[in-house]
């Protein structure tokens, strides 16, 4: 039996004039699902989000919530709400009034009903103690923290997210990333996040939907995205990435790449010998040693990062690849060193750019 997803959007197109903002796109989101639309500014995510909500319409295609068509129901009936990325909170109203003030405007609600509600929230988005304190006596994640609460203070079915985390510093924001997800887990409502980041959808999604130019280019898991990336795009757009301009070649049962540096032996490559491809490598899947087989190549820069170091290393053929040494290992610019690829390290595209 299949479970029937929270949100499903099916076949949704719209223009602007003559700009395709979004063109035949289709996804689902799941109950309790942290839901991330990835992607460059102009890619079309932040429209999509804006149709789920109310704020526009499209041209065709329908979405659906719960089995209910969204498009025939104004914005303020929708069981959605919805949390921006300036974060909209009211500056004369005390921390409390913010996070109630949904509850008030959509009434049905007793004063203790309320009190109790805000109360709650307020403990799970650690702010116990601030309902009395005025906006401008809190710090940027804190006034994040209660705009969150305040989104969720009526019990939204699904909570939209608008680079909530733009504002925020970076080492607040990997903090918040965590408070964010635990949130989302503790209540078991859907979330969807709207962010060009891709360390905060890989850290925060249960699955990223990627877009580019109005369509989505794929669909997964983060693991998934990141290690089997179904496309050029997507490979260079989430995470770094070494992308590599070569040819197909077959020996027997043998099969290489033919990069600009070398060959490279392939392991579970269906294109034929003769064939342009692309192999996109991260810089964590090659290993870097002074000694033994592999690509020769000299270190050209080296760029400390705390748990890693990355290392720009020359290989011939005017190519030079970004390797990520984790190993405590010292190098030197201008040191010669070994490059070691395996054969099933990294995804292989077909044709040339």
Excluded: W
């Excluded at 913010?98 to 403990?123: C, K, P, Q, Y």
């Excluded at 070649?249 to 490559?269: I, M």
């Amino acid at each position: 039996m299949t479970t029937q997803p929270l949100l499903s959007v099916e076949h949704i197109s719209k223009r602007f004039g003559p700009v395709a903002a979004l063109e035949d796109v289709s996804l689902s989101v799941g109950a309790g699902e942290f839901f991330a639309l990835l992607g460059p500014s102009g890619c079309g995510k932040t429209t999509l989000m804006r149709l789920i909500a109310g704020f526009e319409t499209p041209d065709s295609g329908q979405a659906l919530l719960s089995g209910r068509d969204l498009f025939g129901i104004p914005p303020h009936r929708r069981p959605i709400n919805m949390m921006f990325q300036s974060y909209a909170l009211f500056p004369h109203l005390n921390v409390f009034e913010n996070v109630a003030f949904g509850l008030r405007r959509r009434g049905g609600a007793g004063r203790e009903e309320i009190s109790a509600r805000v109360d709650h929230l307020l403990e799970i988005v650690q702010l116990q103690g601030f309902g009395g304190r005025k906006i401008d006596q809190l710090s940027g994640g804190q006034k994040q923290r209660v705009a969150l609460a305040r989104a969720l203070a009526p019990g939204p079915s699904l909570l939209l997210l608008d680079e909530p985390l733009g504002a925020l510093d970076r080492k607040l924001r990997e903090e918040t990333q965590f408070q964010l997800k635990d949130i989302q887990r503790r209540l078991k409502t859907s979330f969807v996040i709207v962010t060009h980041d891709q360390d905060e959808a890989l850290a925060l999604a249960d699955r990223i939907a990627v877009m580019r130019a109005g369509a989505v280019e794929q669909i997964g898991s983060p693991v998934e995205i990141y290690q089997k990336p179904a496309s050029r795009f997507v490979a260079s757009f989430v995470g770094a990435t070494n992308m590599i301009e070569g040819r197909i070649s077959r020996d027997g049962d043998a099969v290489y790449f033919e990069a600009p540096f070398g060959r490279l032996e392939r392991r579970g490559c269906a294109l034929p010998g003769g064939a342009p491809a692309a192999l996109s490598l991260r810089p964590e899947q090659i290993v870097v040693q002074r000694e033994g087989e592999g690509v020769r190549g000299v270190i050209e820069d080296v760029a400390f990062r705390g748990e890693t170091t990355r290392l720009r290393v020359g290989v011939g053929g005017g190519e030079a690849l970004n390797v990520s040494s984790s190993k405590g290992m010292v190098f030197s610019l201008g040191e010669a060193v070994r490059l070691a690829i395996a054969p099933d390290a990294g995804a292989l595209f077909p044709g040339s750019e």
